[in-house]
């Protein structure tokens, strides 16, 4: 047979007709077609749409079984044994073809996907090939639930394979409990199968009790371990049958898996009632429980370890011995139980509990410390009533520019790997306005750039600062314009260098700017280079840089300047301007931002930043007029208003958050201007990320205006999802100038930090928690206005409350300050009507308690009292309502 | 990824027996790396065999985990590698090693946590399996617990076979990382110590899912804190989750040490039990390998062998090696027996031991030598050198590499390189390619 006749047979013929012509074929003939067969198989079936140069096939079952009876083994691997037919059976080709290599390819391709185990399974069945041994084959039943196990595929299962299902754990995609969970109904389970083999007598009920705690003692993750605990108590052993298993559910209590120690625990309760357990057994065995994280747990060891030294008196000095391992846990109410029994079994008269629980006095919480010291004859401590010194304002470090070109290059070289620190970048930026004429005239050392530079452009990547980094690495390298560059990609819609309405348009516009002078050979301060760690720019740096450029009669780059205005810091300004005689437009912005009546000139861009330089602004009708229609932020304060609510859909509901403006909001001619005062631009159903949407452009947008970030916080509130865990959050972004020097926290401020206390991102909740202890000592926020910032978000009612209560224990936790802060905090919060107490507001009420505890403090807010003595009902609301109102003076 | 094949060849499975007065576990030692030994390498009886047990399942636990998963990761590196152990004159040790590279574990028994009554130093692989782990559960405090290693047979037959035979392809970075990471831990310094429940508290805040948040773990008065941004001190630790394998251990610690190396940012985590230690080594990132540290490639680019030659041939199975001694024994001075002490130990030669503040001798059973010229970095700067790439320049060199000429540079004890890699590294992960090129440049000159 040649090529082209082997070709005409599989593309013409139907498929069991290629089968019996290819059977009747010597092999040595078939495997010459071997290469022919997987490239048609390639062509016409790997591919969901055929090249149109493939040839055309009449069954597309036929390439498949071509493959089959020309390929080796490895030829089968390298197509991911994925050659086999759809609708002839391949028990038909397998018995026509007789592969040699037939039990590796079922085995194989079996572990690759467990789902064929039912289409391979009539091979077995008939005796064609070896029936599979390895763990996929069991994952194929797991796979498939309603596989047919009927005949000798039941014998087998019920002899042999059920009984690997408690050894093949599976992993994500297999495993019997997430078929059971996705199952549709506990009809279609493995679980109820299994039970209805055991009731009609089929299984073996002893055996199955013995194997599903065996497979529980086998660490299988969690998740996949719940099936065999939840099989085991499906099983419902009785009294007798556990008996004689108690050591293995002894053993079960030091598992590391959550459900299989409830279980284990059940068990032993009912055995215990039944005297069926040994005490001393039961008692050591507690050990794991006594500690366990679960509060459940916890508590029902305590109580058997009771039951246990009731049982047997001996045991009274160990058990309190044990149930100190208790106090670990982090409730009050655990350690107040533990201590209970402790008490109850004698241990505080014996020395060697007494040592033990000594080791628990400082981790105690505040309502048991005191009772725990005087226990083991300690002093709790003085309360805590007096915060630590705050460190009041933080210090900035200069931003010294860099010194040589080498610097320079070695500087950008490292910020085109990592853009994250948006002071380096402009460092970076303000070595190549500084160097880049001198590095102009040495090409090899400019060449590590050349090309690092252009990978990147190339790969383009998420980050658009580092992108238009690359544009400015390859524009100093290669000679090259902005306008150049521009052009290279002109016929590249999603590729280019501008991305309208955001911030790193700003970027991109400024470093053409400086662009455009290194390549006029002029060396130059860049005029935006933040003078200080804080991102701002000292008044008298920003004149004497533009005296640089008077002095060579070089007109400042408009973005350039704008970006310096925006960064001018609040200190120094009249010394400053008392030294400057502004002469052009660009000199007349600087003295106004600065402070000077002067009157604005044409330039948007410059009269918008100069006046937005000057905080706290005014309406100035002038700037305002420069702009039609008019722009917030330019010239007309935007005056933002922080809405929050919750959206209900049928069983769902989220958070809605909206920053709406006192002036409308409209694209300008210039995309630069609103960008840079953060405008807010609905997408279809989103706001655009005006920012970025990862760390390295949000962090830089954060040095837009560090003087007055709350048009970076409207950004903040506007893109956070407190649902989305990401190992890299790129809303961590958003803290940044949190960590920085700066004014007061303002409104949007300390709401962004109140919203992302929230965040189940551990990374964001946790950072916004450190952000709040930092300002708290440099004394830049205080409860009062942090209150008001969280009280909506708590009030909407659209996020767990237990969320805020975990992230003000964490500051609480930080020491006196944060301590002292997070009592005023909640006090302050309690003056809501008794109908509108948010959910779960019972863990806040008992941290508050906690700690006045801790602060030997009472409640004396009299709307807080009053706001709690109205709170009715029962539960840890009403409890720790009375407590705090006994503990005040009107208690 | 690079691999080589692991032949692992087992006498029998190990076993968790059942015995008269208690229980005998039996490890299997791997004959194929060593010589059937007559007795096998230990019998000893467990004189904690709870905390034997559980510390043995912890090792197990790390070694069939994968904290990272790339996705060309095979499975069965997963379910077969297995832990290796040392019998030493005073302590016996079992080390594993994480399938993703970024853990490794060793538990330490000293002489205090066994009653041996035969002993024949070596090192040699365990089989260790799954069955096994969950075997090891039931061992109790009252167990009388017996231990040998590579004692004869005990006549458990897998798969119808009385010989257990296993070829694993072991990734060349997880050979090298099982070895460098004993050098990691030369370099670190002790950083400060939990008590029991401070310890205890800080594992149970750690989350139980994954997470790959970069936090500083610092202490502040008796407790520990964790936080996201960097502490004057701290710790740096990402991927806590990899902690996880401590919890069930820490409530019998008498405290935990915590060390890291300032220049990696690895850390180690030693629980003290008195007379036994669980060490977790955790490398910054779940996704970085020890072995791409590189931080003896210079030494290695650059060493004529001669001293490591001097050294391995005084050792002989120590606790814990005596550098003064062996300078003295070897005519090197202290330097040199450090660095060759270090070139030994990621020759596989030798472990560090942090209580001890020393390395010990033992032999890792794999190939690790012959897969150390393999090193990629220190292959492209074999390359570049032949290409004569070099040249010097007042301050340092120019090396040329496709079209692009990189700047070497002096930097105090350091040097400095124009290439991406140090952009992203600096000096943190040991030199590249262009710098080792110019130091092996040097050497020749030399």
Redesign the interface.
């Known amino acids: 047979m040649t090529e082209e006749q082997f070709l005409e047979l599989v593309c013409k013929k139907k498929a069991r007709d290629v089968v019996e012509i290819l059977a009747a074929t010597p092999l040595a003939d078939r495997r010459r077609h071997a290469k022919v067969a997987a490239q048609l198989f390639r062509d016409t079936v790997m591919q969901w749409a055929a090249p149109p140069d493939a040839p055309k096939v009449r069954d597309r079952d036929a390439p498949s079984v071509a493959v089959l009876a020309t390929a080796s083994l490895g030829e089968l691997k390298k197509l991911g044994f994925q050659p086999l037919p759809q609708k002839l059976g391949v028990e038909e080709v397998v018995r026509a073809l007789s592969p040699e290599w037939v039990d590796d390819w079922v085995e194989a391709a079996i572990e690759q996907s467990p789902h064929l185990v039912s289409r391979f399974a009539p091979l077995w069945q008939a005796g064609l090939c070896k029936r599979p041994a390895g763990e996929a084959f069991i994952l194929g039943y797991y796979a498939h639930f309603g596989r047919d196990l009927e005949g000798a595929g039941e014998a087998s299962f019920l002899e042999e394979d059920v009984w690997r299902f408690f050894e093949v754990e599976g992993g994500g995609e297999f495993s019997l409990a997430s078929h059971d969970k996705y199952a549709g109904g506990p009809d279609f389970t493995w679980s109820t199968r299994l039970l209805k083999y055991v009731a009609a007598g089929r299984l073996d009920r002893a055996r199955l009790l013995d194997v599903s705690l065996?497979a529980l003692?086998?660490?299988f993750g969690q998740f996949r371990a719940g099936w065999y605990s939840r099989f085991h108590a499906a099983l419902e052993p009785t009294v007798d049958e556990m008996t004689p298993r108690a050591?293995r559910y002894l053993?079960?209590l030091?598992?590391?898996v959550p459900p299989t120690v409830s279980l284990a625990m059940k068990c032993l309760q009912t055995l215990d009632k039944a005297g069926a357990v040994a005490p001393g057994a039961l008692l050591?065995?507690l050990?794991?429980p006594l500690?366990a994280?679960q509060k459940s747990t916890v508590t029902a060891a305590l109580k058997m370890a009771g039951s246990a030294a009731r049982r047997d008196p001996a045991l009274k000095a160990r058990a309190a011995s044990m149930v100190t391992?208790a106090l670990?846990a982090?409730a009050a109410d655990v350690q107040s139980k533990a201590l209970d029994l402790i008490e109850k079994l004698g241990g505080a008269e014996d020395a060697s509990v007494r040592s033990e629980l000594a080791?628990?006095v400082?981790?105690a919480a505040p309502s048991v410390r005191d009772r725990l010291a005087s226990l083991v004859g300690a002093s709790a401590g003085a309360p805590q009533t007096e915060p630590d010194q705050v460190t009041g304002p933080r210090e900035v470090t200069p931003v010294l520019p860099v010194a040589t070109a080498?610097d320079a290059?070695?500087l950008f070289?490292?910020v085109?790997?990592?853009p994250r620190d948006p002071l380096m970048v402009e460092r970076a930026i303000d070595g190549v306005a500084r160097f880049g004429a001198e590095l102009r005239g040495d090409e090899?050392?400019l060449?590590?750039?050349?090309?690092?530079a252009g990978q990147i452009w190339k790969a383009q990547g998420e980050s658009r600062i580092r992108f238009i980094l690359a544009a400015t690495g390859r524009a100093l390298a290669e000679g090259k314009t902005f306008a150049q560059l521009r052009r290279e990609v002109s016929d590249k819609p999603t590729y280019q260098l501008e991305a309208a309405g955001k911030l790193s348009r700003v970027f991109l516009d400024r470093n053409d700017e400086v662009i455009a002078n290194v390549l006029q050979d002029r060396s130059l301060p860049m005029l935006s280079t933040p003078s200080d760690d804080a991102g701002c720019i000292a008044p008298s740096d920003l004149v004497a840089r533009m005296e640089v450029y008077r002095e060579r009669g070089i007109d400042p780059g408009k973005i350039d300047l704008a970006l310096g205005l925006l960064r001018l810091s609040a200190e120094g300004r009249p010394e400053a301007l008392k030294e400057f005689a502004p002469v052009s437009e660009a000199e007349r912005a600087l003295a106004y931002a600065l402070g000077a009546d002067v009157t604005p000139g044409d330039i948007g861009v410059l009269w918008s930043a100069a006046w937005a330089a000057r905080q706290p602004t005014d309406p100035d009708e002038r700037i305002a007029a420069l702009f039609t229609p008019h722009l917030p932020d330019c010239g007309t304060p935007a005056d933002p208003e922080l809405k929050i609510w919750k959206k209900e859909q049928d069983v769902y509901h989220w958070i809605v958050i909206e920053v709406p403006v006192s002036v409308a909001e409209t694209a300008s001619v210039d995309q630069a201007i609103p960008a840079m005062f953060f405008p807010i631009e609905r997408d279809t159903y989103f706001y655009r990320d005006v920012c970025g949407h990862v760390f390295e452009d949000i962090a830089w947008s954060s040095l837009v205006r560090p003087n007055w970030s709350e048009p970076f916080h409207r950004q903040a509130l506007l893109h956070m999802d407190t649902s989305q865990k990401l190992?890299?959050h790129f809303c961590?972004a958003f803290l940044e100038p949190f960590?920085r020097a700066g004014p007061a926290v303002q409104p949007l401020g300390a709401a962004t930090l109140a919203y992302y206390i929230a965040s189940e991102d551990?990374?964001v909740s946790?950072?916004a928690g450190?952000a709040v202890v930092s300002l708290l000592e440099e004394e830049r926020l205080d409860a009062a206005s942090f209150a008001s910032a969280v009280r909506p978000f708590l009030m909407s009612a659209a996020l767990p409350t237990a969320r805020w209560t975990k992230g003000f224990a964490a500051i609480a936790a930080?020491?006196p300050v944060g301590a002292a802060f997070v009592r005023q905090l909640v006090t302050l919060f309690l003056d809501f009507p008794p109908d509108e107490t948010p959910r779960d507001m019972g863990g806040m009420l008992e941290l508050l308690y906690e700690l006045h505890v801790a602060a030997g403090a009472k409640l004396q807010n009299a709307d807080a009292l009053a706001c709690l003595k109205a709170m009715t009902g029962g539960g840890k609301l009403a409890k720790f309502a009375a407590k705090l109102v006994q503990m005040s003076d009107a208690g | 990824m690079a691999s080589v094949e692991q032949s692992y060849r087992y006498g029998a499975m190990s076993e968790l027996q059942d015995m008269p007065l208690g229980q005998r576990l039996a490890l299997a030692s791997d004959a194929s790396h060593a010589p059937e030994i007559s007795g096998g390498f230990l019998t000893a009886r467990a004189r904690y065999p709870d905390m034997t047990a559980r510390g043995l399942?912890s090792v197990s636990?790390i070694v069939g985990s994968r904290f990272y998963v790339p996705p060309s990761m095979l499975a069965r590196i997963l379910r077969e590698a297995d832990p290796v152990a040392t019998v030493s004159p005073g302590v016996v040790r079992f080390e594993g090693f994480s399938a993703c590279c970024s853990a490794y574990i060793r538990l330490d028994l000293g002489d205090d946590a066994l009653e041996v009554s035969h002993r024949r130093n070596g090192t040699t692989n365990v089989d260790f399996g799954?069955?096994l782990?969950?075997?090891l559960?039931?061992v109790?405090?009252?167990t009388s617990l017996e231990l040998t290693i590579g004692a004869e047979a005990v006549g458990i037959i897998r798969d119808g076979a009385k010989i257990v035979e296993k070829k694993v392809p072991l990734p060349v970075r997880w050979i090298k990382g099982f070895a460098e990471v004993q050098v990691a831990m030369a370099g670190m310094e002790h950083a400060f110590r939990l008590?029991?429940?401070?310890a205890?508290?800080f594992l149970?805040q750690l989350?139980?899912g994954k997470?790959?948040?970069l936090?500083w773990v610092s202490v502040?008065?008796?407790?520990p804190?964790?936080?996201?941004?960097e502490t004057t001190g701290g710790v740096p630790l990402r991927g806590g989750h990899r902690l996880?394998v401590l919890?069930?251990l820490v409530?019998a610690a008498d405290g935990l040490d915590i060390y890291t190396n300032r220049a990696t940012d690895a850390s180690a985590w030693v629980l003290d039990f008195g007379s036994q230690r669980l060490c977790l080594v955790l490398n910054v990132d779940p996704w970085r390998g020890f072995s791409g540290d590189g931080g003896l490639l210079s030494r290695i680019a650059t060493s004529d062998g001669g001293a490591v030659a001097a050294i391995r041939a005084q050792l002989n199975w120590q606790d814990r090696i005596d550098e003064d001694g062996l300078a003295d024994a070897t005519g090197l001075t202290r330097e040199e027996v450090r660095a060759g002490l270090a070139e030994v130990a990621a020759g596989g030669l030798a472990g560090f031991d942090l209580n001890r503040g020393g390395y010990f001798h033992r032999v890792l059973p794999f190939d690790v030598e012959k897969i150390t010229a393999l090193n990629p970095r220190l292959k492209a700067a074999g390359k570049l050198l032949e290409a004569d790439a070099v040249s010097m320049t007042g301050d340092g060199g120019?090396i040329r590499s496709?079209?692009?000429?990189?700047?070497v540079?002096a930097d105090g004890e350091n040097w400095?390189c124009?290439?991406?890699w140090y952009?992203?590294n600096g000096s943190n992960r040991g030199p590249c390619k262009h710098v080792l090129a110019l130091e092996m440049h040097l050497e020749r000159q030399a």
Do not use: I, N, W
């Not at chain 2, 502040?220 to 407790?223: E, L, N, R």
């Open positions: 065996d003692q086998r660490d050591d053993a079960l030091a598992s590391s050591e065995a050990e794991a500690q994280r391992r670990v982090e080791q628990y400082d981790l080498e290059l070695a070289l490292a085109l790997e990592s090899k050392a060449s590590p750039l050349r090309k690092r190992s890299d961590l960590f551990k990374s946790t950072l450190e930080t020491g | 399942r636990e799954p069955e782990r969950g075997a559960a039931s109790g405090k009252g008590g029991r429940v401070a205890q508290r149970r989350p139980r997470s790959d948040h936090q502040a008065g008796s407790m804190r964790l936080s996201m941004r996880r919890e069930p409530a120019e496709d079209g692009t000429t990189h700047r540079r400095t124009t290439c991406p952009a992203r």
